[in-house]
């Protein structure tokens, strides 16, 4: 990481089996999306405090996936990993096959720029971004709303449907949305 930021907290390590333990109430959502491993540490740099929080979720795909779902078109998104979007001191972003989440640690006001700075330093250290988006070649680009799509484990909220795509597409000046299953 910068020189500037000092790990302040031993690395912590969750499975399946015990996010629960520091994500009650979210685990199962990760688990659905192939979540394999949590690590997640606190990092400081004057007097800011930041919870860094890498999940592997197996392949792209699924680290896209539950990155799209929680994300909208109108959030400001920046060019950390394959993307990334801040939103008040927070910033996560997917990048190849993990999912980042990166927040203030306390209560405390931090520099804006505190969350980018040390999640960049994050995606320098995961290796190789992901090839292209997963829907390349699954979805036409004309009239695709652009970060509208999402890779859904459960489209249109049905549970007996298989995952796929979903999408905003602008069609004669409307906006329409599209499904593609897998």
Known sequence: LPPAW???TPVREFGPANLYRYNDGAADAYIRYGFVRL???QYAKAGARMVVDVFD????LNAFGFYSIARTTEDTFVDVGNQ???FEANLDFW???YLVHVAPAQAEPV???AAIELGEAVAARLGPKAEREPWVGVLPSEGLVVNSVQYRHSLLG???LRA???AVYKIAGKRQRVVVQE
């Not at 979720?57 to 792209?60: I, K, L, N, V, W």
Request: proline share 4%.
């Open 95 to 97: 990048h190849g096959r």
């Open 111 to 113: 520099a804006d720029n």
């Open 39 to 41: 690590h997640t540490a």
């Open 57 to 60: 979720m197996g392949r792209p």
């Open 158 to 160: 049905c549970k007996a």
């Open 164 to 166: 796929g795509f979903a």
């Open 6 to 8: 000092d790990r302040m």
């Open 84 to 86: 990334g979007v801040v």
